[in-house]
């Protein structure tokens, strides 16, 4: 039997009108949680062009610009899927500039990146502002991590067959068995086709 395949719009679509009913006005937080290589910022882009369609000011954010410098990051080791999973990212920092003010509201400025990894250099902190009524979508790996439990108003799980043996890879598989990110996540995407993503379900899958 041929797997149903719908268009990519129409996921977005599905996935927009959710956050929208549940987080209509206010600020929101949603996560693009996913594997190495499933997509997650061609899915976070995509999701928020369907918000901003549908009226909201959605602003966006990556995990990746909050790395920490390579110094720190390969303590254990350039090849090591345990040093990766544990010292790749700045959650302090993370939290300190961006989660945390934005949640707040009011007229608290928050920074979008933070990191450059390319440059392995600090990036000039550009402060941005909202209104009352903004969304804020953050992709990337292990954002269900106990670091980041319960900053978000509505996590997406993005997946994809884990094929390779590359350092994200195995560091995925610790993510996935420590963390449990399906079990966390609103709404599970199975992205193997990323011209058409599907919304799948936990017991089906």
Not at 42 to 48: S, Y
Request: aromatic residues 10%; glycine residues 6%; charged residues 25%.
């Amino acid at each position: 039997m041929a797997r149903w395949a719908p268009e990519k719009n129409d996921t977005l679509d599905a996935v927009a009108a959710e956050i929208l009913h549940n987080y209509g006005v206010g600020r929101a937080i949603v996560a693009v949680d996913g594997t190495s290589a499933a997509g997650t910022g061609d899915f976070a882009d995509g999701l928020a062009e369907q918000l901003r369609r549908d009226g909201r000011k959605v602003f966006r954010a990556s995990i990746a610009d909050f790395r920490r410098p390579r110094t720190s990051r390969e303590n254990q080791g350039p090849d090591s899927p345990t040093a990766y999973y544990e010292e790749a990212f700045n959650y302090s920092v993370f939290r300190r500039v961006l989660i945390d003010p934005f949640r707040a509201s009011g007229s608290t400025g928050f920074v979008l990146a933070a990191y450059d990894a390319k440059r392995e250099a600090a990036i000039q902190p550009r402060w941005m502002s909202a209104g009352a009524d903004a969304i804020l979508i953050v992709d990337g790996v292990f954002l269900n991590r106990q670091e980041l439990a319960g900053l978000w108003n509505y996590s997406i799980f993005v997946e994809v067959p884990v094929e390779e043996s590359t350092v994200e890879a195995q560091a995925d598989a610790l993510y996935i068995a420590e963390a449990r990110p399906r079990s966390a996540a609103v709404a599970i995407i199975d992205n193997r086709d990323q011209d058409h993503p599907r919304r799948v379900f936990a017991d089906s899958c």
